[in-house]
């Protein structure tokens, strides 16, 4: 988990760098529901969904991440 907690940080220094970078976000975001931080990666991939709502990637990182909250919508 310590590669993973790592990795997420390595992601928010480069957002913090270069905000608003859609493949950072979505790395971000499939990092935290990869680590558990499932309402966190919901926040990070709809920031995307807002920007660019019919992301093929923006969208299959979502279901992911609902899924593994249990959430079937």
Request: no cysteine; net charge negative.
């Amino acid at each position: 988990m310590e590669q993973l907690d790592a990795a997420i940080e390595g992601s928010d220094r480069a957002l913090a760098r270069w905000p608003g970078e859609i493949d950072l976000m979505l790395t971000r975001a499939r990092l935290l529901g990869i680590r558990g931080r499932l309402a966190e990666a919901e926040d990070a991939v709809r920031l995307v969904l807002r920007e660019i709502p019919d992301d093929p990637h923006a969208l299959a990182v979502y279901a992911t991440t609902l899924s593994r909250a249990g959430e079937h919508r």
